[in-house]
Antibody, heavy 119, light 108 residues
Framework: QVQLVESGGGLVKPGGSLRLSCAAS????????MSWIRQAPGKGLEWVSY????????YYADSVKGRFTISRDNAKNSLYLQMNSLRAEDTAVYYC????????????WGQGTMVTVSS | DIQMTQSPSTLSASVGDRVTITCRAS??????LAWYQQKPGKAPKLLIY???SLESGVPSRFSGSGSGTEFTLTISSLQPDDFATYYC??????????FGQGTKVEIK
């Protein structure tokens, strides 16, 4: 079935780094634009980063620009988020989400992985 | 950046009620609006895209309308499974994607 599975979350100290992965299955990953979206505990949804289907176009939210790097490997059906210089306010559940051309909306979501930034 | 404002923030309703949630954009987004449902501890689920198109598999009691800056999500007859938080999201600007702050639909 159509599935996105995130991994790589955990507890990290402020200023530290973490790399999230998202494994796709059950659909043609290379046809999908992908994004990372996060949700701080008890808060709403915040878009973090976007990458086009080929990887040639990338955007970031201002809150993570210069610290986070999104990438993808279509041969491995995988999406990544390298997070550096982490801050307490980056604490959140991180979701990977896919955008199909037919809907132009986030129609496939992973289950999320928790990132906690604390000393 | 485009800001999205939902109202109300919380809504108390009973099974069978007709429920309407409003989402306003700070500038025109044409029909580039989606609605999501999220239950506690779960990922969001796409309900409506392009303001009024029903995602495959979503019950027909959900409907969306609007264009420009004002949009609505309507649940025609609230069911027990519909108690959740609902988010609108704009994708008119491909430099950023913005969500509303959410509307929690509670049992009255």
């Amino acid at each position: 079935q159509v599935q996105l599975v995130e991994s790589g979350g955990g507890l990290v100290k402020p200023g530290g780094s973490l790399r999230l992965s998202c494994a796709a299955s059950g659909f043609t990953f290379s046809d999908y634009y992908m994004s990372w979206i996060r949700q701080a505990p008890g808060k709403g949804l915040e878009w973090v980063s976007y990458i086009s289907s080929s990887g040639s176009t990338i955007y970031y939210a201002d809150s993570v620009k210069g610290r986070f790097t999104i990438s993808r490997d279509n041969a491995k059906n995988s999406l990544y988020l390298q997070m550096n210089s982490l801050r307490a306010e980056d604490t959140a559940v991180y979701y990977c989400a896919g955008v199909a051309a037919a809907t132009d909306a986030f129609d496939i979501w992973g289950q999320g992985t928790m990132v906690t930034v604390s000393s | 950046d485009i800001q999205m404002t939902q109202s109300p923030s919380t809504l108390s309703a009973s099974v069978g009620d007709r429920v309407t949630i409003t989402c306003r954009a700070s500038q025109s987004i044409s029909s580039w609006l989606a609605w999501y449902q999220q239950k506690p501890g779960k990922a969001p689920k796409l309900l409506i895209y392009k303001a009024s198109s029903l995602e495959s598999g979503v019950p027909s009691r959900f409907s969306g309308s609007g264009s420009g800056t004002e949009f609505t999500l309507t649940i025609s007859s609230l069911q027990p499974d519909d108690f959740a938080t609902y988010y609108c999201q704009q994708y008119n600007s491909y430099l950023t994607w913005t969500f509303g702050q959410g509307t929690k639909v509670e049992i009255k």
